[in-house]
């Protein structure tokens, strides 16, 4: 059985006297026990709300989230409050883009890990502290004795999301959700994050959620990829095949487009023209049609559906391409 | 790019930009400077692209904004067509202007959200006194909404109608009215998606084969430098520690620090990803306010030796024809006879060495 299985996961934002946007539409996915799962997308398609969304905690208000997300054979979405609580950040675990605006700056670093081994495991102050200072180690913070004691503001962007991977991996969750987690980082800190998080997971066993809308940190780390677009998973592939023959026309526009650091020089990219602003809603037809190279006349006749491929993944399209892309 | 080059447009002679740290209450005391730029010389050749990069902190953009003058660097030559920017006093400045422009990195806040685009790129014009004619001025306006790919009914909307690649499209209409000879373009797409990127570094390019411009492309991402750069300088704590042409630099970079940035920038590609080794630097970027003695990289370099790597700051050097590289060891590394070794992180903390005298002990809490 899986260990998360989100089924037709849709988020649907609404405020008073204005129309109803959705963010997520029927978004399912499924994540095995140890295993790396990638979303990826450009800014807007979904991916953030939908990881938000599993963990339960988009506002209250203003949005309706429909679905079911499965973990471990409850659904999430039909707990009470308190029994997510309970939940989150034992058996799920989340990174954040910014680590300095998700750590609270008046709180010591120490008493931020320590606070979760608290109230999740029922440790006492100084056990859970002991513990804390075990974690810091663990991911990588020198002098950990020292840095317990130190706020925020006081350690540099990459120890920040070092601490921040601390106090996730604090309950030894069994699922890790990272949302961007090295975006806000520069590219040798990157690396360095990218590599510890590869081998906790590999050392724990915590299976991996990895958002993100670079598609460099998803070659190197993910095992199956979703690709969203316009809220919806546009095409679904394990790693190799994704980058080797991706199927969608977005997927191999992107892939297209993103300047490589191994590619001859001076070969022009081939940009996907327009922008997302160009959507058209899922309900009229193929969202990304109005900046699709391939599109057809059935792609304005009604939301493709998604359908399995011969090697295994998942497809969105009425008209994939067919060529590969070459590998230098 | 495929301009014929006729020398250097812009020269850099050790350019310094250091920004000093005031304390006090009532009187101002100077307790310390960022050495933001801490001498850099470099020349653009005309009709070339010179890519800058680095990591945040590293000094590239204070680099750039020094050499328009935004900032007022402290010391060095800044040589613009045979001139000597740095000599030029207010009008004179004002005129040298026209010639070198700007990109900036977020369309949205560097657009003024209460101007039309109509009005945006008039400005330009009308503060160089050439918004006399208002046919030819709309014609001007016309034909640089056309270069960047934009519709002249754009004229009479604002910012906001705009998407980022539009706007990005906006700032660089702006620059190009004005006619330049250089355009300075500080991080031009990282702000965008990246099926956005790839339209605005093919429209650069474009520009740049019609107009003959030469660009300075200031970037923390490589892979984007690499792409539409000739050749590309990297920084370290205020300083270049590498020039090389793009192609040479990619193949290869002989700095352990270009070797590391290199090793680390992710490749959409499996395949290589599964394969190549990565060099990871411990700990971070030190404080550009204490810059460590000697060669500044040599507390998390790799192949640091001991001794002179610590006290002896490395020059500049041209290493291989048109490669330059500051390291004392460069030769030997590219020859393998100093191996890596192992570095331990050091932790360092934003305000290291903002207050002097301050041990950095911390008043315990818990």
């Not at chain 2, 040479?248 to 959409?268: G, Q």
């Not at chain 2, 490395?314 to 330059?324: I, N, T, Y």
Request: glycine fraction near 8%.
């Amino acid at each position: 059985m899986s260990l998360l299985d989100v089924r037709d996961l849709s988020v649907v934002f609404q405020r008073r006297g204005e129309r109803p946007f959705t963010a997520v539409d029927k978004v399912s996915f499924s994540v095995e026990p140890g295993q790396t799962v990638g979303l990826v997308g450009e800014s807007g398609c979904g991916k953030s709300v939908t990881s938000l969304a599993i963990m339960g905690l988009l506002p209250r208000r203003g949005n309706k989230v429909t679905g079911q997300v499965m973990f471990d054979g409850a659904d999430l979405l039909a707990l009470r409050p308190d029994d997510m609580r309970d939940r989150r950040g034992r058996d799920i675990g989340m990174i954040f883009q910014d680590p300095l605006s998700s750590l609270n700056p008046v709180v010591p670093i120490g008493t931020q890990v320590a606070e979760v081994l608290e109230r999740h495991r029922g440790m006492d102050r100084k056990a859970a502290l002991k513990e804390a200072r075990e974690l810091l180690d663990a991911v990588g913070i020198p002098d950990p004795n020292r840095r317990l004691k130190e706020y925020p503001h006081q350690i540099s962007g990459g120890m920040r999301q070092r601490a921040l991977i601390a106090i996730a991996l604090a309950c030894k969750p069994r699922l890790l959700i990272a949302d961007e987690p090295t975006t806000a980082l520069d590219v040798t800190i990157q690396a360095q994050i990218l590599t510890l998080l590869k081998q906790l997971v590999d050392e724990t066993g915590t299976a991996l959620i990895m958002i993100t809308h670079d598609l460099g940190v998803v070659a190197g780390l993910c095992d199956t990829v979703n690709v969203l677009y316009g809220g919806k998973v546009v095409e679904r592939a394990a790693r190799h095949e994704l980058f080797a023959r991706p199927r969608h026309p977005y997927t191999h526009g992107l892939l297209n487009s993103v300047p490589r650091l191994d590619s001859p020089r001076g070969e022009r990219l081939h940009a996907i023209r327009g922008s997302v602003a160009d959507n058209i809603p899922w309900a009229e037809g193929c969202a990304f049609a109005p900046r699709c190279d391939n599109v057809v006349d059935a792609c304005l006749e009604g939301t493709p559906p998604l359908e399995p491929t011969t090697t295994g993944g998942d497809l969105r399209c009425n008209n994939p391409v067919t060529e590969e892309v070459a590998v230098p | 790019m495929t301009e014929e080059r006729t020398g250097p447009l812009v020269e850099l002679r050790d350019v310094k930009v250091h920004f000093p740290i005031k304390s006090g209450v009532l009187i101002d005391r100077t307790v310390g400077y960022v050495y933001a730029v801490d001498g850099v010389s470099l020349s653009i050749n005309k009709g070339e692209t010179y890519g800058l990069v680095g990591e945040s902190g590293c000094g590239k953009s204070t680099l750039g904004r020094g050499l328009l003058r935004l900032v007022e660097p402290t010391d060095g030559e800044i040589v613009f067509d045979g001139t000597d920017v740095r000599s030029l006093k207010g009008e004179q400045m004002r005129r040298a202007r026209r010639r070198m422009q700007m990109i900036f990195q977020d369309p949205l806040s560097s657009l003024d959200p209460r101007q039309s685009v109509e009005s945006l790129l008039v400005e330009g014009l009308k503060a160089h006194g050439l918004a006399g004619d208002k046919a030819a001025t709309a014609k001007k306006l016309r034909e640089a909404l056309a270069a960047v790919g934009l519709p002249a009914s754009a004229l009479s909307k604002y910012p906001h109608e705009f998407s980022g690649g539009q706007r990005q499209r906006i700032g660089i209409a702006r620059a190009l009215v004005l006619d330049p000879d250089l355009i300075v373009a500080d991080e031009p797409v990282s702000a965008l998606d990246v099926s956005i990127q790839a339209q605005v570094l093919n429209l650069l390019e474009d520009i740049q084969n019609e107009r003959g411009l030469t660009y300075l492309i200031i970037a923390h991402d490589l892979a984007v430098v690499r792409h539409i750069a000739d050749t590309v300088g990297v920084m370290y704590l205020g300083g270049l520690v590498e020039e090389a042409s793009s192609d040479d630099l990619y193949r290869e970079p002989m700095h352990p620090y270009t070797k590391a940035l290199m090793s680390a920038v992710p490749v959409p590609d499996p395949q290589v990803e599964d394969r190549r080794e990565r060099i990871l630097l411990a700990g971070d970027l030190p404080s550009p306010t204490n810059p460590p003695a000697g060669c500044r990289f040599h507390t998390r370099c790799p192949w640091a030796q001991p001794k002179r790597c610590a006290d002896e700051r490395p020059a500049l050097r041209e290493v291989l024809d048109g490669h330059r590289v500051a390291c004392h060891y460069a030769e030997d590394i590219a020859a393998g006879r100093i191996r890596p070794h192992e570095v331990e992180p050091e932790l360092v903390r934003p305000d290291d060495g903002a207050a002097p005298g301050d041990t950095g002990e911390l008043i315990p809490t818990l």
